[in-house]
């Protein structure tokens, strides 16, 4: 039997100036908070037996009415629980173990705060699951920004997504006279000042 875990308990407050201190999973969108699209996607693989919701401990009982009004509007088709989540995301983790049933062999725990999963990710996740000794399976994405590493005084691109990977290649530089340059990227780094002024520009 398989459940997943829907982790909404978290503070949003990377976002919160955005929002005037929504969290994002609260967010509306298509007339539902953000984290009831995870739900739906959930509710849709026929290998996913229930939800169990994480919510902050003082909003507990909203959303769970909230989830109530909006089965009955839409119904998962699948059994759900709603629960208080911890301070910290395991914390959260920990109290949605808690609460699947006895029998539940595989669990998803999924960020709410990342609504636009598909049903397709999920079985794909589902199988890795079903590998022989694959305990656990955490999905990713290839990078496709260039990143760039600003440490002690210098600076370096660690990761482009350029086919000749010469910005790359190039490594750290220290002081003003050596810029990087990604020509397919449009990219140049340099470090303008000196001391406590250093600054690595990029345009």
């Excluded at 026929?46 to 994480?54: E, N, P, W």
């Excluded at 990710?121 to 955490?138: F, H, K, P, T, Y």
């Excluded at 190039?170 to 600054?199: A, F, H, K, R």
Aim: with cysteine; glycine share 12%; net charge neutral.
């Amino acid at each position: 039997m398989t459940w997943a875990l829907v982790l909404a308990a978290g503070q949003g407050s990377r976002l919160a100036s955005a929002t005037g201190g929504m969290a994002k999973q609260f967010l509306e969108w298509e007339g539902a908070p953000l984290y009831w699209r995870s739900a739906l996607v959930f509710s849709r693989c026929a290998r996913i037996h229930g939800i169990v919701f994480v919510f902050p401990e003082d909003c507990l009982e909203r959303e769970r009415a909230r989830v109530e009004a909006l089965t009955q509007a839409r119904p998962l088709g699948i059994r759900w629980k709603a629960v208080a989540g911890g301070k910290r995301r395991q914390d959260s983790v920990r109290l949605g173990l808690a609460a699947l049933p006895a029998g539940c062999g595989t669990v998803l725990v999924h960020d709410a705060a990342r609504p636009f999963l598909s049903a397709g990710l999920v079985n794909r996740i589902l199988d890795g699951l079903s590998e022989e000794g694959c305990a656990a399976c955490v999905p990713g994405l290839p990078v496709v920004d260039t990143i760039k590493v600003v440490e002690g005084g210098r600076v370096r691109v660690s990761q482009a997504d350029c086919p000749d990977q010469v910005c790359v290649n190039q490594g750290w530089i220290s002081d003003g006279t050596v810029p990087i340059v990604c020509l397919p990227n449009q990219l140049i780094v340099q470090i303008e000042g000196g001391g406590n002024q250093l600054d690595a520009q990029t345009g």
